[in-house]
């Protein structure tokens, strides 16, 4: 089986160089793909900023030149291998010689344009054509762009799909369009609102929107939430559109790297059986560290962040000094705005013993906070997915978060009712609702303390590993490339037409076996019931004493009469083509003489009561025909075809008992022949007939 081969284009990859999420997802995530399926590499930028340890390790390959717009520009590729991933930079000292990957935007526009370029430009030099190029945030987001322009004429980058990924929507790659223009080199036809333009300016990232066959974010919640005006950064209505492929997968972690029973950065090491024990060591030894107050009972609260709004620190800032009064410790790991760096600076000297702020970034004190503390305070105004939540998940340190983004996919609320859950959470932007959240924590570590310790088993055993997102991953590229999941020798189309016919076999008997027994009942029944209906016609036009003499000469009396009745239908069909008022009137006729014939009680009375019924019956029938020919004859008719529905009668009929109460139903369907103004005189004749022959009767019977 031949392997797909991926291609992720990012800026950052862990370990070479990272300033956020995005270096872990595309420096972890394609050692957990299967190896045996997927040929997965990355290609970034070499900064000169990197450590020396990975820049020793790098290998030229080649260099050539390429053309950016009016400019000719150097681009040498190097490569190395990390865990049996390859790894290629781009090269040029003119864009990546800086002293940190992001600088000014205009810059960065014109340096990861040339970045996009050259990686497309770099493939056939590398002997690498991926299936899919994999582009993260709008640093990458010209390669779509790019190959739907230039390349797309060439052979050898035809049927390329793209996937765009969304780490933050908020950074978008936003600059003037008349530079922009002059700087990345493609047609003007691109520099349309419905492409790259946006409100006057050019927008990588719509860009990349645009042009990706697929649009994903890292959680399912993100997706939806950045479709709203709230969340959308201006592209909503865009993200509206292109709906239909985007979707959201949730990021993961290394549990090789963040986890508690091997991290080297804790003193004591502990897992989901001791783990009540040895952190509590962890928490003493880290307050010793930070001089803090001493004490292994004390609920520490920690905070490993980029100092900014986006994290919800305007929040703790309008309650942190009550938040302080709590028995409560807070260490603060981070940088960012300078109003918040002042603010934990401040309340440090406040609060000594209690608040450590520690305005800076370690990886080893970030881990000594996951495994030392015993919650983790995350209120963020939005957050795409949020790595840090995870890693206190996995070292047991219990989340209090906004149920946002990628926090409320990852964190379930703490229900103590039912002792479920693996954090706190709380919905609205709100400053006290987040206070209250946190003293709702308190009281539970401090009043319920076994519920406590379920709570930070629960949350140990939870599953963000990057196998379950590289399992998605797997699915969203061969859903992309056409195969069906789990993918195997044909691709979907293929087993989707040779599958149909067999299909089809396997169920066509089932169903013609139950259509043709259906069949049959139904037959079995309209045979049946016509000719019950046709004895108890032509049994009350003729001679009824010759139905109740003997058992026996019912049973031939319906014999004969269904052969007749088949006859006189074949005879009914004729004359309904020809004469299709007379055709609907014969069903009147019979419904109208069942009445008398089931009431029969007696022989002779029947025969009495039957002759005149008979006569003024026909006249009934004759006389309406003949006046209302010209006048919408057949709507009376049409009253009267429901009683061709009386089917239920051919089930009581073998009731005799019952029938002479339905039997009159037929009579009262006739009265709409008062809709017939001009034939209120024969219904007075109708009915005095019948009324008298009923009182004979029932003197004879008397």
């Given at each position: 089986m031949a392997?797909e081969k991926?291609?992720?284009?990012?800026?950052?990859?862990v370990?070479?160089?990272k300033t956020?999420?995005l270096?872990?997802v595309?420096?972890t995530l394609p050692k957990?793909?299967?190896?045996?399926?997927y040929?997965?590499?990355?290609?970034l930028p070499?900064?000169?900023?990197?450590?020396g340890e990975?820049?020793?390790?790098?290998?030229?390959?080649t260099?050539?030149?390429m053309q950016l717009a009016w400019?000719?520009?150097?681009v040498?590729i190097?490569?190395?291998?990390?865990?049996g991933?390859?790894?290629y930079f781009i090269?040029?000292?003119?864009?990546f010689s800086?002293?940190?990957?992001y600088?000014?935007?205009?810059?960065d526009?014109?340096?990861?344009?040339?970045f996009?370029?050259?990686v497309?430009?770099?493939?056939?030099?590398?002997d690498f054509?991926?299936?899919?190029?994999?582009?993260?945030?709008?640093?990458?987001?010209l390669?779509p762009?790019y190959l739907n322009?230039?390349f797309q004429?060439?052979?050898?980058?035809?049927n390329?799909?793209t996937?765009m990924t969304i780490?933050n929507l908020?950074?978008?790659g936003?600059?003037d369009?008349?530079?922009?223009?002059?700087?990345?080199?493609i047609?003007?036809?691109?520099?349309?609102p419905?492409?790259?333009e946006?409100?006057g300016?050019v927008?990588?990232l719509k860009?990349g929107i645009?042009?990706?066959?697929?649009?994903?974010?890292?959680s399912?919640?993100?997706?939806?939430?950045?479709?709203?005006?709230?969340?959308g950064?201006?592209?909503?209505?865009?993200l509206q559109?292109?709906?239909?492929?985007l979707?959201?997968?949730?990021?993961?972690?290394?549990?090789?790297?963040?986890?508690?029973e091997?991290?080297?950065?804790l003193?004591?090491?502990?897992n989901?059986?001791?783990?009540?024990t040895e952190?509590?060591?962890?928490?003493?030894?880290l307050?010793?560290q930070l001089g803090l107050r001493?004490?292994?009972?004390?609920?520490?609260i920690?905070?490993?962040?980029?100092?900014t709004?986006?994290?919800?620190?305007?929040?703790?800032?309008?309650?942190?000094?009550e938040i302080?009064?709590d028995?409560?410790q807070i260490?603060?790991?981070g940088?960012?705005?300078?109003?918040?760096?002042?603010?934990?600076?401040?309340?440090a000297w406040?609060y000594?013993?209690?608040?450590?702020?520690?305005?800076y970034?370690?990886?080893?004190?970030?881990?000594?906070?996951?495994g030392?503390?015993?919650?983790?305070?995350?209120?963020s105004?939005?957050?795409?997915c949020?790595?840090?939540?995870i890693?206190?998940?996995?070292?047991?340190?219990?989340?209090i978060?906004r149920?946002t983004g990628?926090l409320?996919d990852?964190?379930?609320?703490?229900n103590e009712?039912?002792?479920?859950?693996?954090?706190f959470?709380f919905?609205?932007?709100?400053?006290?609702?987040?206070?209250?959240?946190?003293r709702?924590a308190?009281?539970?570590?401090?009043?319920?303390?076994?519920?406590w310790n379920?709570l930070?088993?629960?949350?140990m055993?939870a599953d963000?590993?990057?196998n379950?997102?590289?399992?998605?991953?797997?699915i969203l590229?061969?859903h992309?490339?056409g195969?069906y999941?789990p993918?195997g020798?044909?691709?979907a189309?293929?087993a989707?037409v040779?599958?149909?016919p067999?299909?089809?076999?396997?169920k066509?008997?089932?169903?013609?076996?139950?259509?043709?027994?259906?069949?049959?009942?139904?037959?079995?029944?309209?045979?049946?019931?016509?000719?019950?209906?046709?004895?108890?016609?032509k049994?009350?036009?003729?001679k009824?004493?010759?139905?109740?003499?003997?058992a026996?000469?019912?049973?031939?009396?319906?014999?004969?009469?269904t052969?007749?009745?088949k006859?006189?239908?074949e005879?009914a069909?004729?004359v309904?083509?020809?004469e299709?008022?007379?055709?609907e009137e014969?069903?009147?006729?019979?419904a109208?003489e069942?009445v008398?014939a089931?009431?029969?009680?007696?022989?002779?009375?029947?025969?009495?009561?039957?002759e005149?019924?008979?006569?003024?019956?026909?006249?009934?029938?004759?006389?309406?025909v003949?006046?209302e020919?010209p006048v919408k004859?057949?709507?009376?008719?049409?009253?009267e075809?429901?009683?061709k529905?009386?089917?239920?009668v051919?089930?009581?009929e073998p009731?005799?008992?019952?029938?002479?109460a339905?039997?009159e139903e037929?009579?009262?369907?006739?009265e709409?022949?008062?809709?017939e103004e001009p034939?209120?005189a024969e219904e007075?004749?109708?009915?005095?007939?019948a009324?008298?022959?009923?009182?004979r009767?029932?003197?004879k019977?008397?």
């Open positions: 392997r991926i291609l992720f284009v990012t800026s950052e990859a370990p070479f160089i956020g999420g270096a872990d595309a420096g957990y793909f299967d190896r045996e399926k040929d997965v590499r990355v290609i070499k900064y000169a900023c990197m450590k990975w820049k020793d390790k790098l290998q030229y390959r260099h050539f030149e400019r000719n520009m150097y040498g190097l490569e190395t291998e990390i865990d991933i390859p790894f090269d040029n000292e003119y864009y800086g002293g940190w990957p600088e000014d935007i205009r810059w526009i014109e340096k990861f344009a040339f996009s370029r050259a497309l430009s770099a493939l056939p030099s590398i054509r991926p299936d899919i190029i994999h582009c993260h945030d709008w640093q990458a987001a390669v762009v322009d230039a004429s060439n052979p050898f980058y035809q390329i799909k996937v780490h908020r950074f978008q936003i600059y369009k008349n530079i922009i223009r002059d700087i990345i080199g047609s003007d036809s691109y520099f349309t419905d492409k790259l946006a409100y300016d927008n990588l860009g645009v042009y990706a066959d697929r649009v994903t974010t890292v399912d919640t993100y997706a939806e939430e950045i479709k709203t005006e709230f969340y950064e201006k592209l909503n209505q865009l559109a292109r709906s239909n492929v979707s959201g997968i949730v990021n993961g972690i290394d549990y090789n790297i963040f986890n508690p091997t991290d080297i950065h003193p004591y090491k502990f989901t059986q001791n783990v009540t952190k509590a060591k962890n928490k003493v030894e307050q010793r001493e004490d292994p009972n004390v609920m520490m920690g905070i490993v962040s980029r100092l709004d986006q994290k919800g620190f305007d929040l703790i800032e309008c309650v942190l000094d302080c009064q028995e409560v260490v603060v790991l940088t960012g705005e300078e109003r918040y760096e002042n603010m934990f600076r401040y309340y406040k000594a013993g209690k608040v450590s702020a520690n305005i970034y370690s990886d080893e004190l970030s881990h000594k906070i996951y030392s503390c015993d919650a983790f305070l995350m209120p105004l939005f957050e795409p949020g790595l840090s939540q890693m206190s998940l996995r070292y047991g340190t219990i989340p978060v149920e990628g409320k990852t964190v379930i609320p703490f009712f039912e002792n479920s859950g693996t954090g959470s919905r609205n932007y709100n400053a006290h609702e987040m206070m209250a959240t946190v709702y308190e009281r539970i570590f401090y009043d319920q303390k076994e519920q379920n930070v088993k629960r949350a055993e963000f590993s990057w379950a997102s590289a399992e998605k991953y797997e590229y061969d992309l490339l195969w999941w993918r020798e044909k691709k189309e293929e989707a040779e599958a149909a067999v299909q089809v076999e396997e066509t008997p089932e169903k013609e076996a139950v259509e043709v027994k259906a069949a049959e009942e139904k037959e079995v029944v309209e045979e049946k019931a016509p000719a019950k209906k046709a004895t108890t016609r049994a009350s036009t003729k009824t004493t010759t139905e109740k003499k003997t026996t000469a019912k049973k031939t009396t319906t014999r004969r009469t052969a007749k009745k006859a006189e239908e005879t069909e004729a309904k083509t020809e299709p008022a007379k055709a014969k069903p009147a006729a019979p109208a069942k008398p089931k009431r029969r009680t007696r022989k002779t009375t029947a025969k009495k009561v039957e005149p019924v008979k006569t003024e019956e026909l006249k009934k029938v004759e006389e309406p003949k006046a020919e004859a057949e709507e009376p008719v049409k009253v075809e429901p009683v529905t009386e089917e239920p051919k089930a009581e009731v005799k008992a019952e029938e002479p339905k039997a037929p009579v009262k369907t006739e709409p022949a008062k809709v034939v209120k007075s004749k109708k009915a005095a007939p009324k008298r022959a009923g009182r009767g029932s003197r019977k008397k």
